[in-house]
């Protein structure tokens, strides 16, 4: 072509294809690279997600696991530094049940939260406790779904809408100083795809320091071995990462509470006093529960938060999605649309009718039949009768 262009417009040419290189050049794959020549203000917007967030509070949402007695109400009455009032069970329920409190008027420095604590009533005090894991892989299914048909609505109210699934499960391991418990393990093992384990030993003020080490040890390589997956605190944000991966090495945390409060060094602490001595709740040579709090609430909240909603439901999401027939796309890649969707459920909910009806129709046929049949029989029997003896 450049031999009919005169030298004029071949420059001219030449001029703009190397303004094209040098603006790609300068824009980049991503968009244009520009310079502010002042302060615009948008540097504000963190500020402003954080000041939104603060106005409208947060939930959080504890389940705890563990048996009758083994002090899940004590801790929650010491990570909060409250009490809750919880109702004391016995250990002769039937069955395992869940009972959720939520307590909407906790404030710390103009920070609203709203709590709530799950309790397994009843859990671990039956002989046969083949049922004991249902009931809580049915309330933490029906958080998800709760929270997923307000999500499917047309007119949606997510903004105010109380999301009670479970952030965070305190599962409480008895202080054996041997192993775990089968139903420990078949327990988490259910749970360990629907919520975030945060294995604790109860009472540990009850064990040795050194039988405690072991049985860290030990029970962290029975999760390992049967592949029950815990939480793990996240390492990804630099400014947490070296105390996260430090306290991972920590679980299960060996927990002490109590709700008792004792004078030491000129302050009121919570202790729990025995004859040969007292143990501080809040006294790291004496327990884990201090790593605890800090991880669980200080730290880490609001990831378990993200997790269960990045992780956890978005997994029982994709499966209940699947279940009522939607896709990505079709086997040919194209498109699904939800108008398709809901024609092709509805199609196939006219065969099952239509499949239904007509066995219903067949069986009554067949009822038909067989009552002609024994009237029939009947009919030969009175004949035979009269032949007899008449």
Known sequence: VHHFLSPTSALFLFSLKMTAVDVQRQLGHDGRQMKLSGHVGFDSLPDQLVN?????????????????????????DSLFKTSFNSEPVTHSLPGVSVRANTYVDLQESNVGLKLTIVDTVGYGDQIDKTDSVQPL?????????????????????LTVYHDTRIHACLYFIAPTGHSLKS??????????SKVNIIPVVAKADTISKPELAKFKQKIMAELKE??????????????VAEMNDAMNSFMPFAVVGSREEIEVGGEMVRARVYPWGTVEVENENHCDFVKLREMLIRTN????R??????????????RLKEM?????????????LYDV???KKKTHIREMETKEEKMRQMFVDKVKQKEAELKKAEQDVDTLENRYF
């Open 183 to 192: 139903l420990d393990l078949v327990c988490m093992k259910r749970l360990d």
């Open 137 to 157: 892989v049915d309330y933490i299914d029906s958080q998800f779904e709760s929270y997923l048909q307000e999500e499917l609505k047309i007119k949606r109210s």
């Open 342 to 344: 809901i024609e092709e």
């Open 306 to 319: 993200e997790t269960t909603h990045l992780n956890h439901f978005e997994l029982y999401r994709k499966n």
């Open 325 to 337: 027939g939607f896709a990505d796309s079709t086997a040919d890649n194209r498109p699904v649309r």
């Open 226 to 239: 049967n592949g029950v997956r815990v939480y793990q605190f996240p390492t990804d944000d630099e400014t």
């Open 301 to 304: 909240m609001e990831d378990l």
């Open 52 to 76: 939104k967030s603060v106005n409208k509070g947060f939930d959080f949402n504890i389940l705890c696991i563990g048996e009758t007695g083994i002090g899940k109400s004590t801790l929650m």
